[in-house]
């Protein structure tokens, strides 16, 4: 069964940094494409990041490009995002996200983590 | 970028009721399309990918169709645990646009 553990997230001033991360299981991790997807209350869901399977591309949405890096460590099957000079406007729920078929570099989603709130706040 | 276009943004039907939501791209992708259903405070869920493709365990009343730039989410007979808000999402390549969204509620 596939399962993906996230931790992290919280409630941040502006300008901060808080790091999400994803643990996973009941796949082989380093055939797939990850991500992140947030939700902010009340809205639609924004594809935020994707890393391809072995890390060697990493794609953006614009308003995160240069302030969060996402990450994975297919040795502990561990996916991250690191977000840095927070925003009001980065205020939601984030969700870790499985590529739907391997090798893909980045396609649907069919698995998705139970969600962690980000509350970038004064 | 290419952009995703949902109609209408919410709907209300009845009970056995042929449904369609509508997602138009603004540029061609191809086949290179997913809907997803999330219900109020679930997680989201893959219903359909490579515009028609229905995942596993999804009800065959879901249906897609479409390339291109025009798509179409169809739910055959309307049943209440479909009240949920559907988006389509593009994946031919970054960025993975979702649109808007589509409430679809029970009259």
């Known amino acids: 069964e596939v399962q993906l553990l996230q931790s992290g997230g919280g409630s941040v001033q502006p300008g901060g940094s808080l790091r999400l991360s994803c643990a996973a299981s009941g796949f082989t991790f380093s055939n797939y494409a990850m991500g992140w997807v947030r939700q902010a209350p009340g809205k639609g869901l924004e594809w935020v990041s994707t890393i391809s399977d072995g890390g060697r591309r990493t794609y953006y949405t614009d308003s995160v490009q240069a302030r969060f890096t996402i990450s994975r460590d297919d040795s502990k099957n561990t996916l991250d995002l690191q977000m840095n000079s927070l925003r009001a406007e980065d205020t939601a729920v984030y969700y870790c996200a499985k590529e739907g078929a391997p090798h893909s570099g980045g396609g649907y989603i069919d698995h998705w983590g139970q969600g962690t709130l980000v509350t970038v706040s004064s | 970028d290419i952009q995703m276009t949902q109609s209408p943004s919410s709907l209300s039907a009845s009970v056995g009721d042929r449904v369609t939501v509508t997602c138009r791209a603004s540029?061609?992708?191809?086949?290179?399309l997913a809907w997803y259903q999330q219900k109020p405070g679930k997680l989201p869920n893959l219903l359909i990918y490579g515009a028609s493709t229905l995942q596993s365990g999804v009800p065959s009343r879901f249906s897609g169709s479409g390339s291109g730039t025009d798509f179409t989410l169809t739910i055959s007979s309307l049943q209440p645990e479909d009240v949920a808000t559907y988006y389509c999402q593009k994946y031919d390549g970054a960025p993975l646009t979702f649109g808007g969204g589509t409430k679809v509620e029970i009259k």
């Open positions: 540029q061609g992708i191809n086949n290179h």
